[in-house]
């Protein structure tokens, strides 16, 4: 009973500090406009974070004009490049959701994802209905934007599907293999050739900036065997002799070209083809060409996988990630 009676008093002479400390202001008791104006200062990635800390913080995350600040330049051209149209009644924080995630598109395709089908299918065996919902056939489209979640800068990436490849056609020389490593699950695998040579384009609303090309790359068979990742280098051969050389172009006459010997067999490189920029005053997509090629023909080449063409914000290039 004594310590009943302890409890108790303690609780009664505790109870006017806890009703200060319930006078004292918080983080909860701060205006959502004020606290829209803070977050508009954080990057995205904070912006989700903070969303957290409370009711206060979490309505403010919704504020358009938090996220309009994040989103690209002319992020509508953008939406309809990929979308073939312009989705009505979204907020921009939907927006940014759809663009800093990996979107794909081709040029004869548009995806839609805020639509998403919904039907219902009957097995007879089971009794039962299944629900299906089509989501984007991602591995169907050859190339994908998105938006890097730090920066907001636009990235982009097209699958060598989508690309000239001398040859390509011809078993002898080239196949398509499953690759667990490529955002489009397969590459291009080359066996062996005398002139190599890959060309692509795209055309694309790019936000103002200066923008880096690169070319993903293999040199050997990616496998695996008994769950381990292995290479075959047996077929390399070629690529020491005489350098690689890639060029870019894009339609207001910027030329940039590089060249090397492809020496690191067993990883995935990223070979840089060059740069471009784009400059604020452009409205209109940016016409891009890139190329790739070994046209000497005193020698084959052989032993190298291709997989795609990316482009991404030359300030983000130090940290481009494997795919």
Same mark, same amino acid.
């Given at each position: 009973?004594?310590? &009943? ?10 109870? %006017? ?18 606290? =829209? ?18 009711? =206060?913080?979490?309505? *403010?995350?919704? *504020? ?27 907020? #921009? ?19 839609? %994802? $805020? ?10 065996? !089971? ?10 056939? $991602? ?5 994908? *934007? ?20 001398? &040859?390509?056609?011809? !078993? ?10 490529? !955002? $489009?699950?397969?590459? *291009?695998?080359?066996? +062996? ?14 936000? =103002? /900036?200066?923008?880096?090309?690169? $070319?993903?790359? +293999?040199?050997?068979? %990616? /496998?695996? !065997? ?10 390399? +051969? ?14 207001? /006459? ?6 090397? #010997? ?11 083809? &060059? ?25 084959? @080449? ?14 983000? @290039? ?6």
């Amino acid at each position: 009973m004594g310590s &009943g009676l302890s409890l108790f008093t303690n609780g009664s002479s505790s109870s %006017p500090s806890r009703e200060r400390d319930l006078l004292k202001p918080g983080l909860g008791d701060l205006p959502e406009s004020c606290v =829209a104006l803070i977050l508009e200062k954080l990057d995205p990635v904070e912006i989700c974070r903070f969303s957290k800390l409370n009711r =206060a913080f979490r309505s *403010a995350s919704w *504020a358009d004009f938090v996220w309009e600040s994040k989103l690209p330049h002319d992020y509508g051209s953008i939406l309809e490049k990929i979308l073939g149209g312009f989705p009505e009644k979204l907020r #921009k924080r939907d927006i940014y959701n759809f663009l800093s995630r990996v979107n794909s598109f081709d040029d004869g395709t548009k995806v839609h %994802p $805020f639509s998403q089908r919904l039907s219902v299918c009957f097995v007879p065996e !089971r009794k039962i209905h299944v629900l299906i919902r089509f989501f984007d056939v $991602f591995l169907l489209l050859l190339q994908k *934007a998105w938006v890097d979640k730090r920066t907001s800068d636009l990235c982009l990436c097209l699958s060598v599907k989508g690309l000239s490849v001398t &040859g390509i056609d011809d !078993r002898r020389y080239w196949n398509h293999i499953p690759s667990d490593e490529s !955002r $489009f699950s397969s590459v *291009a695998y080359l066996q +062996h050739v005398w002139w190599f040579q890959v060309d692509g384009e795209i055309e694309f609303p790019f936000p =103002a /900036g200066t923008y880096s090309v690169f $070319f993903r790359l +293999h040199l050997g068979k %990616p /496998g695996k !065997r008994c769950g381990w990742k292995v290479c075959n280098t047996e077929q390399i +051969h070629g690529w020491d002799i005489k350098p690689v050389q890639f060029q870019i172009w894009t339609e207001d /006459g910027q030329h940039s070209s590089s060249q090397c #010997k492809l020496t690191e067999p067993g990883t995935w490189s990223h070979y840089h083809a &060059g740069d471009f920029v784009v400059g604020k005053s452009k409205s209109s997509s940016t016409k891009l060409k890139f190329s790739m090629t070994q046209i000497d023909c005193t020698h084959t @080449k052989g032993g190298l996988c291709v997989d795609s063409v990316i482009v991404y914000p030359s300030s983000c @290039k130090d940290r481009l990630r494997r795919f």
